[in-house]
């Protein structure tokens, strides 16, 4: 079954960045639309952006436009998601999900997704 894993999360100032990863141990990738989500605390999962399978077309949440940017790199099966500008409300853990019927039926369905890593802790701090 094919399992994500997320890393590149950590402790960082408001207005820093930082680089997300997801890869797939064992996997390819490259059939598939990557998405990303977060959860902050007593909060509910939220769509951040997605990546199509072939890595031609993205979306992003309103709240992260202009500030986050997703990208794949086959040669590395890995899906990468840089956030700059990080604000405090930006603090969450972070998951990645993969979907082969693209991005529109996974941030459509994401609720039903079953298959969610361990996420990578994202805390926006001073």
């Known amino acids: 079954q094919l399992q994500l894993v997320e890393s590149g999360g950590g402790l960082v100032q408001p207005g820093g960045s930082l680089r997300l990863s997801c890869a797939a141990p064992?996997?390819?990738?490259?059939?598939?639309?990557i998405g990303w989500f977060r959860q902050a605390p007593g909060k509910d999962r939220e769509g951040v952006s997605c990546?199509?399978?072939?890595?031609?077309?993205?979306i992003y949440a309103d709240s992260v436009k202009g500030r986050f940017t997703m990208t794949r790199v086959s040669a590395k099966n890995t899906v990468y998601l840089q956030i700059n500008s990080l604000k405090p409300e930006d603090t969450a853990v972070y998951y990645c999900?993969?979907?082969?019927?693209?991005?529109?039926?996974?941030?459509?369905?994401?609720?039903?997704?079953?298959?969610w890593g361990q996420g990578t802790q994202v805390t926006v701090s001073s």
């Open positions: 999900a993969a979907e082969y019927l693209g991005c529109e039926h996974l941030m459509d369905n994401y609720y039903a997704y079953d298959n």
């Open positions: 064992g996997f390819t990738l490259d059939h598939y639309a």
């Open positions: 990546i199509s399978s072939s890595g031609d077309s993205t």
